[in-house]
């Protein structure tokens, strides 16, 4: 399976954008790149996910690099709340018969820390 | 505002005994997950089904652990006998697998397991 790599952890101020970027150089042509969150005692929270295209929803935007080797999430204002740990995913196409889609292999991710 | 539902949150349990945690996914929805983590191993995949039958529990082990669907309302995980080692937050993770795209996980809040 591609791996992800992403920083351990990172320091953001209120109200600022927060940028968390994911190294993916392994990545295959039919790999899907999906973000979750994991606020403290909470399960994980689906972020957005996007294959070639930057993508945006009401949470975040994820902006992909040309050649997908890389991806950085963008949280546009960063509140308080979005203090968590956030994961950088892989996750292959669904095949055409409808099965085979496994499940989410969450690495480490990024511990982010929002300082008012 | 539909949402994963688990049961127990908190179970304490001695070593030895019978431990069954209880998932109810999302109405509608067709796949469901069960994750474990540690402050050691992180997120791991368990086991999943997908309209209730099992598609892979290479996660599990299998001595102990068993995982299945009565109906599409719940789904279960059994641990028998319990280990000190399974002390764990074990998430349920529902999705609607649809042919060709890609499916977004909601997990619940969490079964906190201490074996003692």
């Known amino acids: 399976d591609a791996k992800t790599t992403q920083p351990n952890s990172m320091e953001s101020n209120e109200e600022e954008p927060v940028h968390l970027p994911c190294n993916h150089s392994t990545i295959s042509g039919t790999d899907y790149i999906h973000w979750y969150r994991q606020l403290p005692s909470q399960g994980p929270e689906y972020v957005i996910h996007g294959l070639t295209s930057n993508v945006n929803n009401r949470m975040a935007s994820l902006a992909i690099a040309e050649d997908r080797k890389s991806s950085t999430l963008i949280l546009h204002r960063a509140t308080l709340r979005d203090a968590a740990v956030y994961y950088c995913i892989l996750k292959p196409q669904e095949y055409p018969s409808g099965g085979g889609a496994d499940g989410l292999t969450f690495g480490k991710g990024t511990h982010l820390i929002i300082q008012p | 505002d539909a949402r994963v539902t688990q049961t127990p949150r908190h179970k304490v349990t001695e070593m030895g005994q019978e431990v069954t945690m209880r998932c109810q996914p999302i109405?509608?929805?067709?796949?469901v997950f069960w994750y474990r983590q540690t402050m050691m191993q992180g997120l791991e995949l368990l086991a999943y089904?997908?309209?209730?039958?099992?598609?892979?529990d290479s996660g599990m082990p299998k001595d102990r652990f068993s995982a299945e669907m009565p109906d599409a309302t719940l789904a279960t995980l059994k641990i028998q006998p319990s280990e000190p080692r399974d002390s764990a937050v074990y998430f349920c993770?529902?999705?609607?697998?649809?042919?060709?795209?890609?499916?977004?996980?909601?997990f619940g809040p969490g079964t906190r397991l201490l074996v003692l």
């Open positions: 993770a529902s999705g609607s697998a649809r042919a060709r795209t890609q499916e977004t996980q909601y």
């Open positions: 109405l509608g929805h067709n796949t």
């Open positions: 089904f997908r309209n209730r039958a099992p598609l892979d």
